[in-house]
């Protein structure tokens, strides 16, 4: 009989999940994290309390453990731009986020980030953005660096475009770029040559198109 | 501590007076109480219905939302109150749980919708209350087991495959779902057949056939037409073996192939035929040999890759493992007691059939399993009654474990329905998504080619749909990224013709990410003619001529009172592209 058992297990799959397990998952499941208060993201940003209020409600309710994860911020971003591959950059935006660099985003980093893109200056503006560009936090913008963050972008474009992508092209994205902003020519961009160069460039061009945007982004709460 | 000491502790204070008389040394100054604030009554507005309560209530849970100054975040100061867009009737019980100190769980909720409420409120589920705790734990565990279930059904190899497999791992999945393909299913048919007519063929050749002429003795038919059987034996033999070794070529993992049951059970059907034809002619090693044609009778198992049922049984008798040991080690010990007391009472009778224990074992299983074959009976009065002790517990030992099994068996089977039901809907599901998916790519290229980047004022612009904001938002956001790269958007039509003339061999610019974008629409377009290539370029070209102008028509208006889950990452999104206007710089126009 024990044979007969035995060979009428056929392709079956484990499937019990043992009740210890489920008791441990079910005391770790609750992460929650609370803001600090009302009145002191109000000092630290440059938000009012109404438009807080407006962040918070939107953020709770994504997220009512109060945290993001990278996870959860990769599908969100690939909702956006389904057609391409948005994971890389979301990588690389999360960890812009993530300030205290723990693999989560709390509604002050959320907040903070959101007070500089939105009220910030423009000095405030560009250095987030190299922050951004800057991988590895070290101060420097190497080519490699800049190659991944272009590389990221273009994968959200996805394959279907007008032209085609080749394969060198956001290499020469990249060496167009380090034309621009590296002034001494180190290899390296810097921050203060960065914000020289972004600074130069738009106050020549005249089309401004930094300001025009960042016009339009501050009603769009 | 629990908010019902807190009550107590004035009077704990008052009563230290006691201790003034015996007090060895002066008694400390009591604290001043800074905020000796009145109590006051606050307003919690749920979805319309309004909750009161006093602010000590909810400050007894100091880490929860309604405890904490989280709570501030969702203060109306307008109407004075707080204000949750929420589930009221949830509310209750969370309330409750202020006032009371326990949490209860509604059982007419669903777990989910009630987990939901926890984590918004910050609550940890622990300190439901031992009235409830039982029923929250398992529907709990019901869900999680059911969306493990969903998950796995999911991945299941019914997903379509991914395009770039080789051979090998197209035969596995032929192999293992037969209705992928025509092939797999023309060969799943080919393969049942011939187990069914294996097996016929090994029963019909025990039945006795009419005798040859001149021969009195009914002789089986398998040895009457001892070379129609070899041939037939052989043919589903080579078929067998084919199977089998296409299976191990094609198998992942080719040493967890051959541990695994049905390899075991395939191999074992076709090692009689070989070892038969290489043995020779021998009295001696023959006898052995026919012993090993009783092997031929596991083809039947083969069965079990065709039949959903077959497998069922087997993995129920797998997950009631520790019931049917159960059953097994008490009827042992049953049968050992009883056979025991059977001989021992039996062993003065002369000519009796009970010669020892061990054939007594024989009567006592008879007995139990209520058989009654009647070749061994007790003939003693001792032996009747120990016999009829037998019988009846017999019954009980059996009836037990039973029920265990067979509502195992009936869940497993409700299960297996719903993986089947669920796989069906899953195709359903897939494509739903897809064209949900694709929707978003086509409403941007719609909108692409109404001309909707053209000035306000136009013709083209009143043909516009009407566009959430939320559609607007995102359509500036796909906007700004392909000004970030400089390429655009297309669907896979456009994409494939494009790639279709430039094998041809027209001259495209080389450069398409610096040089401008007149250049490379010229030159694709005039050999297609298509209106749709032509319309792409025409509003590229307007696009690189007006773009503060594109930027300032794509109003966004203030939404307040909108969807503020979307805009709010929405917003946050769109400003990343923040990241993307230096990278524009490198672009001339820019």
Same mark, same amino acid.
């Given at each position: 009989m024990g044979a007969v058992v035995g060979t009428l297990t056929l392709q079956t799959r484990q499937r019990r999940p043992s009740r210890d397990k489920l008791y441990d998952d079910l005391e770790l499941s609750v992460v929650c994290h609370r803001p600090e208060g009302l009145e002191q993201l109000e000092a630290q940003t440059n938000f009012s309390k109404k438009e807080l209020k407006v962040l918070y409600r939107g953020f709770k309710n994504e997220c009512p453990s109060g945290v993001v994860n990278e996870e959860t911020f990769k599908q969100i971003y690939s909702q956006f731009f389904p057609h391409g591959d948005a994971s890389t950059y979301a990588h690389y935006l999360f960890n812009s986020f993530d300030s205290s660099q723990n693999g989560s985003i709390k509604f002050e980093d959320f907040v903070t980030a959101l007070s500089i893109l939105l009220r910030g200056t423009t000095t405030e503006k560009l250095q987030w953005t190299f922050n951004l560009y800057d991988i590895n936090r070290d101060g420097y913008i190497n080519k490699e660096e800049m190659t991944d963050i272009v590389k990221a972008i273009y994968d959200m474009m996805g394959r279907f475009t007008y032209p085609a992508l080749k394969t060198d092209t956001f290499k020469q994205h990249v060496d167009a770029f380090f034309q621009k902003m590296?002034?001494?020519?180190?290899g390296v961009v810097t921050l203060d040559e960065f914000i020289l160069s972004c600074q130069e460039v738009y106050s020549t061009c005249s089309c401004s198109k930094w300001h025009t945007m960042h016009t339009i982004f501050v009603v769009c709460i | 501590m629990a908010a019902g000491v807190a009550t107590w502790l004035p009077f704990a204070r008052a009563a230290a007076v006691g201790w003034l008389p015996l007090a060895k040394k002066i008694m400390p100054k009591p604290p001043v109480d800074k905020k000796s604030r009145n109590d006051e009554i606050l307003f919690v507005n749920v979805s319309g219905i309004r909750f009161q309560t006093w602010k000590n209530t909810l400050d007894r849970y100091p880490d929860t939302l309604l405890g904490s100054s989280e709570k501030e975040f969702f203060y109306n100061e307008d109407t004075q109150e707080y204000f949750f867009d929420r589930d009221p009737e949830m509310f209750r019980h969370i309330l409750n749980f202020y006032r009371t100190g326990k949490l209860h769980y509604p059982r007419q909720e669903c777990i989910q919708a009630f987990d939901e409420e926890l984590a918004f409120y910050g609550i940890v589920p622990d300190i439901i209350g031992d009235c409830c705790m039982e029923e929250y734990r398992d529907r709990k565990k019901e869900n999680q087991e059911r969306l493990a279930e969903d998950t796995e059904a999911e991945n299941a190899?019914?997903? @379509?495959? @991914? @395009?770039?497999?080789t051979s090998r791992e197209r035969l596995w999945r032929a192999f293992e779902n @037969?209705?992928?393909s025509t092939m797999a299913l023309v060969f799943y048919y080919v393969t049942g057949f011939f187990i069914a007519v294996s097996v016929i063929a090994n029963v019909v050749e025990t039945v006795p056939c009419r005798p040859l002429k001149g021969s009195k003795k009914d002789l089986p038919c398998g040895e009457k037409y001892t070379l129609a059987f070899f041939c037939m034996d052989t043919a589903c033999v080579l078929i067998f073996t084919f199977e089998y070794l296409m299976r191990l070529f094609a198998a992942p993992s080719r040493c967890k192939f051959m541990r695994s049951v049905m390899s075991v059970i395939d191999v074992v059907a076709i090692m009689p035929y070989y070892i038969g034809l290489v043995m020779p002619e021998n009295e001696d090693v023959s006898g052995a040999f026919v012993t090993l044609?009783?092997?031929?009778?596991?083809?039947?198992?083969?069965?079990s890759r065709h039949s959903q049922g077959l497998r069922i049984l087997g993995y129920t008798l797998k997950s009631c493992a520790s019931e049917l040991g159960f059953l097994l080690f008490s009827l042992t010990m049953a049968i050992i007691i009883f056979a025991t007391v059977m001989f021992y009472a039996e062993k003065g009778t002369k000519g009796t059939n009970f010669t020892s224990i061990p054939a007594s074992f024989w009567y006592t299983i008879v007995t139990m399993t209520t058989?009654?074959?009647?070749d061994m009976v007790p003939n003693t009065i001792a032996g009747k009654i120990f016999g009829s002790i037998c019988s009846l517990s017999g019954v009980l030992v059996i009836a037990l474990p039973v029920p265990v099994i067979v509502s195992n068996f009936s869940r497993i089977y409700h299960q297996n329905q719903r993986a089947d039901k669920m796989r069906a809907q899953q195709k359903v599901r897939l494509a739903r998504i897809r064209l949900a998916k694709k929707g978003t790519t086509n409403a941007f290229l719609h909108y692409k080619e109404d001309g909707g980047f053209q000035d306000r004022d136009s013709d083209n612009a009143l043909c516009l749909k009407n566009r959430s904001a939320f559609e607007h938002q995102h359509h500036h956001l796909l906007h700004c990224l392909e000004k970030t790269t400089n390429h655009e958007f297309t669907d896979e039509l456009t994409f494939s013709e494009m790639c279709m003339t430039e094998s041809v061999g027209y001259r495209t610019s080389r450069s398409t990410s610096i040089s401008s974008q007149q250049g490379v629409s010229t030159s694709c377009c005039p050999r297609r003619g298509k209106r749709r290539a032509i319309r792409l370029a025409n509003s590229t070209v307007s696009v690189s001529r007006g773009s503060i102008q594109e930027l300032d028509t794509l109003q966004v208006h203030k939404t307040s009172a909108g969807p503020q889950r979307c805009l709010t990452l929405k917003g946050a999104t769109r400003l990343l592209t923040i990241g993307g206007p230096p990278l524009c710089l490198s672009q001339e126009h820019c």
């Open positions: 590296d002034k001494n020519r180190d | 190899t019914d997903t @379509p495959l @991914p @395009p770039h497999s @037969p209705h992928t044609r009783v092997f031929r009778v596991f083809r039947i198992f083969k069965f058989l009654g074959y009647g």
